[in-house]
């Protein structure tokens, strides 16, 4: 990890007591000192507001009731936020970073970056407009074996790539009285979460990875999106076939009701030279394939991996790096450009961390499932 | 194993010189001594017929030319063959199979059962007409935790159903270059495989396997079948959706081209109370998982495996039984059936071991996924 | 597996109802056709031995009440057997193996080989001086993955062997009230099993395994011999720490009282440029490490194998052999040499399989670990 | 995490530019706040001293050039240090920790603690009588899934312990020209790294995890201690056999030199009534064996993980926590307690981390060890 000579400051809207994604992201940010809290608007109950702020050592003066409140006021102060991480249930995530573009703050946002591509494209748009650093926290592209992945694969290692098989099943909602607390609650709720609940959730993770670590882009899609446990609303089940533009064939599968699948994303891509696999579960390993019969392991931390991604590993192979890790490394990534940046060098037109250009990829896959869905499967072409 | 009392005798129809499978039925079938080949065809070539009746030590007596001729002769003899076993390229299995049922004498066949769905119930109408036991052989349905899984779900012990999980991936055609040899060959050739490679040779495996362990049927299917290495003619990559009467969803893949992939045939089956996973390259264990959280491994040979699985089984748990031993079993049961039959019991309703219904369920699957792709994905339903 | 002309003979002693060992010796020479049974003595019980040769089609004039009237009747028929093939409790190897030689007869035991090793001495030296083909089924040596090791380790793939670590747990004894049956009767029995139990049975596979696929010998050893279960007289457990000619050292443990371990024989060999690990509940694999950081899977029946080692199998890759192939491999080996034998060729200095001289080396590493334990774990030498 | 009031602040001294431990102390701390890095003596190169303490923003004011001067210059001031972190080569352990104990300042160091038995009794003896908090830094102990092994022994899941198997295999000095850098020159300097190199570095991590996690004592034990690497002169290899006080037997192994082993700590514990595994390498994962056959997956994470473990945990299951979170936990535990005493309370007779008495056992463990080898592998009392 680089020197740093000037500390950034941040903000946080969202990730009160109770919250799941809030914390992950504050312990990433501190791993590497990346930046200091020194605001938020944790929650909108004031109590568990002051609950947050107090356990974070937030002074009253930077507590905020409301997120509009608080990017007016830091955009205001000299000694204010470089950043803004917002943390909240899906359908907010919209009206918070327009607001904070609005008032010229940089934005990390969580995925699903909206409830409609259409949101995207307009933050999208504003970030171009006001010269603003937007990162989306796509988690898995920033574990070292996942940008391992992209280097071979861009370095022809496994040849064209002729077809993907992805999944992401869970397990956490596969009772009818696992209602998975507070996020379990809202990301089953159409008002919070939109049209879509494991789709959105974990379905755009399996997209953004694909995308990632192929550099595929898709042609078309087909959806069968499920509702399986009796009584809920939104889908917690969904299978697509893909094609992609340059002929290769997709599968996809995601799913929250998964009995013994705990978080299960697993990428394997197969080419015309070989393959290779991930999984996040055992993500320290990379399998690599490339001729019938010679199967060889890569390990995160070993001296095989190349530079690019061996930059944003802290320990050696063997001495495990986790998830915690792998968001730590986007904040790396992210705040080294902001650096960068606020010293006066341009936005890179694409940088090392996912951006809201990955977040209308996601919106509108998501977008494409739905119509999918809604006619009865068939095929629907992605506009480009 | 049982007692066996008077020995059967069978013969062969293909399994000469450079096949692949004719040699595995031979191994198995020796394995239990569940029978004497007596009399064989193995090739339509005469001095690699002559090559392989040699090393079986089979006179020039009972060394046929031509399977019709086999028939007939087998027939009149009073000490003619039991049954006989078809191990030919797949075009040759309905009419060679029609021969002897006709003749009188009892099949075992290699699957697919034959290029239509029409050819498969004329010859499960034929062998129940003239009161003669078939085996279609689905290697996997022999395998102890196969059956094992098929008596867990049977228990309830992952309640309902709400989707299955298949694929078949293996690497063997992945190259250009790779011609597979003599099946290779054959198997990709529209006159000997009939419209279908893939979906033909493993696709149907899924099918089966799927359908042996859940008891579940398909209500209806939508495939994209691919030839993704470029100069095939058949599908050598195929993805299919599905939904099955009892509303579960499911998710099958097969492919010929998946480097790193061996013989990769696996299944997941979800249910509203839990999980079992079984691998065919692993196949000594089966994973259940009855809680969120809960992952147990159960291993053939172990003392939980239930009586109706554990009776196939030789050797204790740690001492592997592999793919020959699932085919032996398959002989096994069929054998012992057989001989139940010869003694004037009436051929059972629900054999233990799978019959030309599988057959025709493994070509009513294929001919939905043709028409399914001919018309660009869309559902189509299985008559039942 | 090669042609073969003449059909070799064998006769059986030990292997009645009950056994454990003799229906798998049965089976794994079945598999390949290597030879007919066709003389037995499978039980001192009259009973059991009539039940056993009904069920195995041997006729009243060659199932014999006892082992020296076997090898005398045999000896004299003109169509008499070719082989024996000893599988009683270990204490009536001796007798039996010696009867069967001076009768003139060509000799297959169980491991291990005796209850001393100058017993071993006294076999080996007569089968020489009979000129007569002696095999000790050491099963593991059998397996194609174990072959393959050794042809690695001696293209010096991994360069000069500097540790060995391998163990043999098991859990089968684990529990006060597991018998193990008959068998886990008569091995925790002295009168029967002689002055080891789980050494005998298992430290010996690990013994030979190590030195089939290293070709270290052995310079001293200290032993811890455990006996955890209460109540019981010989070894249940067993430490032992070596030192090779070579200067290489080495670890091995062997357990029956270990829950959770099935039948887990695994082997580590580390040299100087690399590494190779083996494990027999994992046998279609063999892991190359050849370099820090690269770690390669080979597997049986793909395309990286040896001839040496391909040569016995049967199936391709992902078609798992077990168990049951490892012994039968043996017996391929066996037969393949007694048919040259037979045809007038010496008997080989190397053989392709155990020889009575590995059972010799197993009881000089049983005498030595005694010896150790006796005298509080000193370092014993193994004599040359 | 609990709500932190007031924030601890500590120094260190070591973990200058290319250190391997420090930055992981400096990450491990940082990931929980758990308190603020405000004073060092990084390097004894003065020039590498002020690029550490400029990267980490330390003032020069509080940048060392000596140990001896900061802990004076510390504990003078009001704003002092509250504890220091010790991550030196292992030779200066002792007079560090002891200068920082003089000044009355609480000390965390790395392990081993110091180069004899008779330093760790002094430094343990010195703790108790300034009434100061001495944790050792043993990473795996702050594992929430060997926390959990630990609590499931205690509650008797696996009975009464009869057998102890734990290896601890590296490669990282495998090869005559792996230097294994910085680290890799002291550690393999005696002057530094005192009489022992693997088995202070690796072998004591072995016996410190099994005596956390199974509360055994050893009574006695033997080792072969070896130099595999030519030109070497300490240990790289060894191995030890054990005795505890309730009789149960215990196998160790640690090596630098094995190939195709990363960071391979490995714990295998038997009782009468089940047995336990845990990786290091998947800790995430603990295997729990009840019964012949019954085989049981325990996820860190999970619901079925006790509150004692459990409280450690940051993510849920299937979010991989990994070794520095470990490492990261000891910290958690340790200003836990310093903020209790220091509010008051009584410094804890069984602390929840690692003590000056695990680093008296682990010099009293290697002390045995080198009496064993010296006197030809003979067994060593280990005084109680």
Redesign the interface.
Known sequence: MS??NT?LKYGMVGGGPGA?VG??HR?AI????SATLVAGCFSSDPAKNKVAS??L?IGDDRTYADYAEMAAAESRRSDGIDFVVVVTPNHLHFPICEAFLLAGIHVVCDKPLALTKEECVRLMALSKEKNLLFMVTYTYTGNVTVREARELIAAGR?GRI??V?A?Y????L???D?DGGKQGLWRRDPAQSGRVNALGDIGTHIENLVSYVTQLEIRRL?A?M?V??PGRVLDD?D?V?L?YTNG??G?Y?C?Q????????LRL?V??????L?WS??N??EL?L???????????RG???ISPAAARFQ????????????AMANLYVAYTETLRDVKSGNPIPTTPNFPTAADGVAGLSFVEACLESQAN????VDIAT
Chains 1, 2, 3, 4 share one sequence.
């Open positions: 020197t740093m500390q799941f914390p992950v312990h501190r791993l590497d000192d107090a356990e050592h496994i002729r077809m098989a999944e099943p869970q397990s956490w596969a009772s009818p696992q087909l069968k499920d399986l446990v089940n299978m076939l094609e290769a064939s599968m599968w799913s009701v998964a009995f013994g699948q705990i978080n299960g394997r197969f080419g015309d030279k070989g393959s696999f996040q579960e993500s320290e399998i394939n490339t001729d019938t019969g010679r199967t060889e392991i890569l390990r070993g001296d095989r802290r320990t050696p192979a063997g001495h495990a790096e986790g998830w915690l890790e009865g499967s068939v095929w």
